[in-house]
């Protein structure tokens, strides 16, 4: 059954460092999305994206943060200079062309990212 | 802006019982679609059951049910036959109409354990 990857499953970073972390969603899917979940609290929604643009993003994702699809498979989430806040459980998922019977978002495993 | 609500952080159930999970929400929206997701301590989310609020019949998905009260912005999960996999995180969710992408907003989650 085809599901979402994502690389690595546990990053460790220096505060001000750069990170990328890599996703494989669905490969016929279209929308693509990042959340993050700090430990003990809810998922939240960071940035959508369709049609190689950002369609929706949340107050979360400000300047320090972008997202790509380079190659056609890939989707990156990248955090320019990581704070100590940024430590948290991020997530992508995927989702396929929509309609009314097709709205599930497909969740990767998740990337832990901890900022020293 | 919608809201999801979970008021039980912690719940408990012995093992071939029932259990019901209690999830409220806010939205001005008339069509909308709500879902469970399950998140095991591998922490991958897992789509449990979805519910579209124009459908009136509450979902089902062989144990897992719905109780869909659209007046009073209520959606709870219901857990029959409980097994020891069944111990997870449960997020209630939210997604307004269908645009295509729609982000998910989350609830805090339940977290569930199925004692034997």
């Not at chain 2, 929206?29 to 879902?35: H, I, M, Q, V, W």
């Not at chain 2, 997604?95 to 354990?113: A, D, E, I």
Request: include cysteine.
């Amino acid at each position: 059954e085809p599901e979402v990857t994502q690389t690595p499953s546990h990053q460790v970073t220096q505060m001000g460092q750069e990170v990328i972390l890599r996703c494989v969603p669905i490969s016929n899917h279209l929308y693509f999305y990042w959340y993050r979940q700090i430990l003990g609290q809810k998922v939240e929604f960071l940035v959508s994206f369709y049609n190689n643009e950002i369609s929706e993003k949340s107050e979360i994702f400000d300047d320090q943060f972008s997202v790509e699809r380079p190659d056609g498979s890939n989707f990156t989430l990248k955090i320019r200079s990581t704070k100590l806040e940024d430590s948290a459980m991020y997530f992508c998922a995927s989702r396929n062309r929509g309609g009314t019977g097709d709205n599930e978002q497909f969740f990767g495993p998740g990337t832990r990212l901890t900022v020293l | 802006a919608q809201t999801v609500t979970q008021s039980q952080p912690e719940m408990s159930v012995q093992e071939a019982e029932t259990v019901t999970l209690s999830c409220t929400y806010d939205t001005s929206e008339n069509n909308y679609y709500l879902f469970w997701y399950k998140q095991p301590p591998s922490r991958q989310m897992i789509l449990v059951i979805r519910q579209e609020a124009y459908k009136q019949q509450n979902a089902t998905e062989n144990r897992f049910s719905v109780n869909f009260q659209k007046a009073a912005k209520s959606f709870s999960l219901k857990i029959s036959d409980s097994q020891l996999g069944d111990t997870a995180m449960y997020f209630c969710a939210f997604m307004k109409p269908y645009s295509g992408n729609t982000p998910l907003v989350f609830g805090k989650g339940t977290r569930l354990s199925v004692i034997a």
